[in-house]
């Protein structure tokens, strides 16, 4: 009886208790408190329901932030939390609830009304040269008009002004007091709310100038690239999970040289602000910077060019009349079209007659129609091809997909890298540059590679890239 009596308290131990972080001394759970913070969590944790709730709202954050997914308050995940992060919310009260698989593009749910805002810089952070500050607010607003139907006109009047840009101390007047140096760096408020258009850094950072790194250490931190984190706040978007490309995501992405915004965020602003000025600055030949995220020689050998929620048909003229059009007029169904906007690579199989879609870490199977077919998305991983690959394209009946520099030949029927086929990129396409947008062969039996601007042309009978490549896209492909 004794015996039974342990394995009994036993059980109840192993399948009730919840590994908690130790409190701080203030009778509060740091982790718990976190949670609540940037709005994971708002419940208790008195009794047994609201510990099980606990769990499911950790495995939540875990999804969101990149990490394995345990429903404890690990290591990772505590590492994760003490990070410097933005101090909107992830999970905005009120809203639809998220999954993970849609936190790449995330509205608030309010915009401007109008599409020419003016902004005005005013208290202003020790640590830079006043020119500093200039340049980086400036390049941070540049990053969203220039990929928008959205102007920014910088004022010295802050009473005209629509967004307003301040460094300052932890209590200053918004109800959102920071917290000294790390942790939470800069705050925004979006379009419905009453403080609509300001953006507040902390002044207790250490603030670098806007073509500096951040520092190694991690306590320094790029003006530009915080203010364009939340700028996309000013203009409606929410935070995005850590595993996409966005700048949106909570914790600070790095700085690069010649930085531009990425493809998620690209498609975010343009599809909560498209209207008929967003797709006149469009017309490609007219716009001197235009970057593809995939090309397809589909169905019917029609050829289309992707860019965030646009796409064209290609023709023997060049541009079909009537594009651009919204790429949710090609894929029958729309919310899996939002989710594959800034596609990495798109393939069309002559074979069995399927279009396949990759985009970071999943991939989508359609008919010749666009339909999909049922039980996907699904994992990349599961085919043992890499995530976030680069471009994907058919030759000779096979399917190959490129991811660096490196080719993987995917099988249709077992939906998985042939064995043994990953093979470099210039012993199997010598001549082609890494960090292809996207690839075709042609009805000429030669494969074009896409990159930035540029093409390239790969002849199958020299097996190489051909003299006088690559060639700009548009004299080649877009303005006939």
């Known amino acids: 009886m004794e015996k039974m009596f342990v394995f009994i308290l036993l059980m109840f131990h192993c399948c009730y208790a919840l590994p908690i972080a130790t409190h701080d001394g203030t009778g509060e759970n740091p982790n718990i408190e976190y949670l609540k913070q940037f709005g994971w969590y708002s419940g208790g944790t008195d009794d047994i329901d609201d510990d099980v709730e606990l769990s499911l709202k950790i495995e939540e954050f875990q999804e969101f932030a990149g990490l ?60 830079l040269k006043p020119s500093e500050i200039q340049d980086g607010i400036e390049y941070a607003v540049k990053l969203w008009s220039d990929n928008s139907g959205l102007t920014f006109t910088q004022v010295d009047d ?39 258009g300001q953006v507040h850094f902390d002044e ?5 100038g806007p073509k500096q790194y951040h520092d190694p250490s991690g306590t320094k931190y790029n ?14 978007l929410e935070h995005t999970s850590n595993e996409t490309k966005s700048i949106m995501k909570p914790w600070p992405v790095k700085y690069y040289k010649n930085f531009e915004l990425p493809s998620d965020d690209i498609t975010s602003i343009q599809t909560l602000y498209r209207n008929s000025q ?19 020689q589909g169905p019917q050998e029609r050829t289309y060019f992707f860019s965030g929620i646009y796409y064209w048909e290609i023709v023997s003229s060049g541009i079909k009349q009537g594009y651009p059009k919204l790429l949710f007029e090609l894929f029958p169904d729309v919310e899996e079209a939002k989710e594959m906007t800034g596609m990495d690579a798109i393939v069309f199989s002559s074979n069995t007659k399927k279009i396949y879609v990759f985009k970071d870490n999943q991939f989508w199977r359609f008919n010749s129609n666009f339909e999909m077919d049922k039980d996907y998305p699904k994992l990349i991983i599961e085919t043992g091809l890499p995530d976030n690959v680069d471009s994907a394209f058919e030759q000779d009946g096979h399917i190959y997909i490129i991811k660096k520099k490196k080719v993987y030949i995917f099988d ?64 080649g492909w877009i303005c006939l």
Request: aromatic share 10%; with cysteine; glycine share 6%.
């Open 223 to 236: 003006i530009m690239v915080l203010a364009a984190h939340e700028i996309g706040h000013v203009l409606g």
């Open 278 to 296: 967003n797709e006149m600055r469009l017309d490609l030949c007219n716009t001197s910077k235009i970057k593809f995220d995939a090309v397809l």
């Open 158 to 196: 802050a009473a005209v002004s629509d967004v307003r840009f301040d460094f300052v101390n932890k209590i200053h007047g918004d109800q959102k007091e920071f917290d000294g140096p790390g942790k939470v760096l800069a705050h925004a408020f979006f379009p419905n709310e009453e403080r609509r």
């Open 412 to 475: 249709e029927e077992q939906q998985k890298t042939f064995k043994h086929t990953s093979t470099k990129l210039q012993h199997t396409f010598p001549g082609v540059p890494k960090g292809t947008n996207g690839a075709l062969t042609w009805r000429n039996d030669h494969t074009y590679f896409f990159k930035k601007d540029k093409f390239y042309k790969f002849d199958k009978i020299l097996g190489k890239v051909a003299e006088e490549y690559p060639r700009p896209i548009k004299r």
């Open 68 to 127: 394995k997914v345990t429903g404890k308050f690990d290591e990772p995940t505590i590492s994760k939390m003490q990070a410097p992060r933005c101090g909107i919310p992830d999970e905005i009260s009120g809203n639809e609830a998220h999954s993970t698989r849609r936190r790449r593009n995330a509205f608030q749910g309010s915009a401007w009304e109008k599409r020419n805002l003016k902004y005005y810089i005013g208290n202003r952070t020790t640590d």
């Open 204 to 208: 207790a950072e250490t603030w670098l």
